[in-house]
């Protein structure tokens, strides 16, 4: 018969103050996601064990979660930033406060559910692009208690639910997840606003990644080529395809943004912000825990004009300048004498040695006219003769 071994009290003691702690932080980290979320996960045809990834936007303080279903990656929720510290633009070197941008990844050995900041994971700063930039630093990560010099702060309990969500799709078999920082939402609007910024060319580089992952719901396969961002195509040339209309309509709505008079701005910070939930939470007496200078908070995201806004004139719609055209209008009496509109001149005899008419001509003429090309209009100038020869032959170009 085995024989028993007394253990004294104060051993006992001394074991469950030490396996207490120890048992607390294994709990946390264990915690399942909570079932509302499960029931997100489920409406969007995903599961815990579903690949994640996730995408910081600083100015916004939100991270968002995204899980992978059959059809590309699916919109899951939104989680508000208690604390980010330091301005717009990407983190340089260890201490200057930057919480970083770009695109980052973290595989299971970069969990760690012993922080001392509740829960976290490292999102992997430097990455290739920060080290090709002489950037230093490291332990830049998401965690909990409202207290950053870098990282990304969320509560105790966003974390633990973030952190749950990552555990999962880590032990679902995903190697590691993407994690994306920008500096704010990459909309063409917010692009242009900030067109003056000197990080611009840089964002130029987010915006890119930003695009394609909209347009693809594809992980971005990221590289770095001479010193730049690089993003591999999709292996569906229909989504590339997308991928190629998306960058290119951008581009265009930023340019068009900047030409109509939207104002450029910089936006400047005491030292980084806080989401607005969470503000409105401590102000009616929310705890959140230790939040690190509560006094810069108050002068976050502050927009300074650097060229000032103006409204460009709106064009006058073709029913309104067509009639002011039209011959019966009461402002054709107004003409000057001998002036003949360039519809009603004859054919220019050199016009085959100069530049061709620019495609689809007729597309741009006045609907009362380009119904007429046929022959003379009522009430209106004769366009027999030459002219709606020119203007066919204008029409098959």
């Excluded at 607390?24 to 509302?36: C, D, F, L, T």
């Excluded at 409204?311 to 039209?326: D, G, K, L, Q, T």
């Amino acid at each position: 018969m085995p024989r028993t071994i007394p253990i004294p009290r104060a051993a006992i003691l001394t074991l469950l103050a030490l396996s207490g702690p120890a048992a607390a932080q294994a709990g946390k980290a264990e915690a399942p996601i909570p079932g509302a979320t499960l029931a997100l996960m489920a409406q969007k045809g995903v599961t815990a064990a579903s690949p994640v990834l996730f995408r910081a936007y600083k100015k916004e303080s939100e991270i968002e979660v995204w899980k992978k279903g059959p059809s590309g990656y699916v919109f899951i929720k939104t989680f508000p930033i208690c604390r980010w510290s330091g301005q717009l633009g990407p983190k340089r070197k260890s201490g200057d406060r930057q919480t970083p941008e770009g695109f980052y990844t973290v595989p299971q050995r970069q969990m760690n559910p012993n922080s001392h900041y509740y829960l976290s994971f490292d999102v992997g700063y430097p990455n290739a692009y920060d080290r090709a930039h002489g950037g230093t630093g490291s332990a830049v990560m998401v965690h909990g208690i409202c207290s950053s010099m870098g990282c990304f702060a969320m509560t105790n309990g966003t974390v633990g639910e973030i952190y749950a969500i990552a555990r999962d799709a880590l032990n679902g078999g995903q190697a590691a997840f993407q994690f994306q920082s920008y500096p704010f939402r990459m909309t063409a609007e917010n692009m242009a606003r900030h067109r003056t910024d000197p990080n611009i060319a840089f964002w130029r580089e987010l915006k890119a990644g930003s695009d394609r992952f909209e347009a693809s719901r594809e992980e971005l396969q990221v590289s770095v080529v001479a010193g730049r961002y690089a993003f591999a195509p999709s292996r569906d040339p229909v989504i590339e395809a997308a991928v190629t209309t998306r960058r290119a309509v951008e581009e265009a709505r930023i340019t068009a943004l900047a030409e109509a008079g939207e104002p450029a701005v910089r936006t400047t910070y005491s030292d980084g912000g806080q989401n607005a939930f969470w503000a409105a939470y401590t102000a009616r007496g929310g705890a959140v825990g230790d939040i690190s200078r509560p006094e810069a908070l108050a002068f976050a995201g502050q927009e300074v004009v650097v060229v000032p806004g103006h409204r460009a004139a709106r064009p006058v719609p073709e029913s309104v300048w067509a009639a002011w055209a039209a011959p019966d209008s009461v402002l054709s009496p107004r003409w000057m004498a001998g002036f003949v509109p360039s519809y009603l001149r004859a054919a220019d005899p050199f016009a085959a040695l100069t530049a061709r008419l620019p495609a689809r001509y007729g597309d741009g003429l006045p609907s009362w006219l380009a119904t007429g090309l046929g022959g003379p209009l009522t009430g209106r100038p004769n366009l027999s003769g030459p002219v709606p020869e020119l203007l066919a032959s204008a029409e098959s170009l």
